[in-house]
T-cell receptor, first 116, second 110 residues
Framework: GAVVSQHPSWVICKSGTSVKIECRSLDFQATTMFWYRQFPKQSLMLMATSNEGSKATYEQGVEKDKFLINHASLTLSTLTVTSAHPEDSSFYIC????????????FGNGTRLTVT | SQQGEEDPQALSIQEGENATMNCSYKTSINNLQWYRQNSGRGLVHLILIRSNEREKHSGRLRVTLDTSKKSSSLLITASRAADTASYFCATDPNTDKLIFGTGTRLQVFP
């Protein structure tokens, strides 16, 4: 089946620094990638949708200057958390889909971000 | 805002028993999907049911969809300890993005 690789699986950083999370589709072309955030024992909250070669579409309440998303190729999207604060600590999950919009999503294994 | 509400929030059963989880949503949909998440991991797609379908089976999974009530259920038969996970429904409200429900945490005791 389709594989999505997310890296790193966990990261600890200091307040004020930036962290980049990578999401790669290994065996298919990801026309669209989605970035989610998940708090403990809660559901996934969609942060933004990115299509290859175009700017990401952010959900209401998500700061685009803080959560920079780049989808430069059909196999790679990155999320950069800029000037991280402790409240940014969370589980970030990417997912990818091919060109058929009704097809299931393929998820990475998530990144646990802890900001100290 | 989240599209779906699921109940129960948590469910504990013994191996061999059946587990039923329910999902309600708010707007019209093209399809409804169920996903599973092991603790601290990404989600795995289980099954997709289209808006014109009423029931679908996949192995020990049975999904129903009632568009008039805007609800769906996921039944896991003959549960196993390995079924312990969180289960989420997800809908696409006529857009290209999926909105996830609140999830049900299932614990299956051996």
């Amino acid at each position: 089946g389709a594989v999505v690789s997310q890296h790193p699986s966990w990261v600890i950083c200091k307040s004020g620094t930036s962290v980049k999370i990578e999401c790669r589709s290994l065996d298919f072309q990801a026309t669209t990638m989605f970035w989610y955030r998940q708090f403990p024992k809660q559901s996934l909250m969609l942060m933004a949708t990115s299509n290859e070669g175009s700017k990401a579409t952010y959900e209401q309440g998500v700061e685009k200057d803080k959560f920079l998303i780049n989808h430069a190729s059909l196999t790679l999207s990155t999320l950069t958390v800029t000037s991280a604060h402790p409240e940014d600590s969370s589980f970030y999950i990417c997912s990818a889909r091919g060109h058929i919009t009704s097809s299931p999503l393929h998820f990475g294994n998530g990144t646990r971000l802890t900001v100290t | 805002s989240q599209q779906g509400e699921e109940d129960p929030q948590a469910l504990s059963i013994q191996e061999g028993e059946n587990a039923t989880m329910n999902c309600s949503y708010k707007t019209s949909i093209n399809n409804l999907q169920w996903y599973r998440q092991n603790s601290g991991r990404g989600l795995v797609h289980l099954i997709l049911i289209r808006s014109n379908e009423r029931e679908k089976h996949s192995g020990r999974l049975r999904v129903t969809l009632d568009t008039s009530k805007k609800s769906s259920s996921l039944l896991i038969t003959a549960s196993r300890a390995a079924d312990t996970a969180s289960y989420f429904c997800a809908t696409d409200p006529n857009t290209d993005k999926l909105i996830f429900g609140t999830g049900t945490r299932l614990q299956v005791f051996p």
